[in-house]
């Protein structure tokens, strides 16, 4: 099964809690990037 740790990159210590537990289980994973919405429409989600 793959897991995919979506986070936004500005919530810092979130995401390396969230990564350090993985990494305790011997989890693999991969980051995406989160959009956050109080910033206005993300370019990437406009071109949809």
């Known amino acids: ?3 995919l740790l979506i ?3 500005s ?3 979130r995401r390396n809690n ?3 537990i993985l990494k305790r289980y011997g989890i693999s ?3 995406i990037d989160a ?3 109080r910033l206005g429409l ?3 989600v ?3």
């Open 11 to 13: 919530s810092i210590t």
């Open 46 to 48: 406009a071109e949809l």
């Open 29 to 31: 994973y991969d980051i």
């Open 18 to 20: 969230a990564e350090a």
């Open 1 to 3: 099964m793959k897991v």
């Open 42 to 44: 993300d370019p990437f």
């Open 35 to 37: 959009v956050d919405g």
């Open 7 to 9: 986070s936004l990159a």
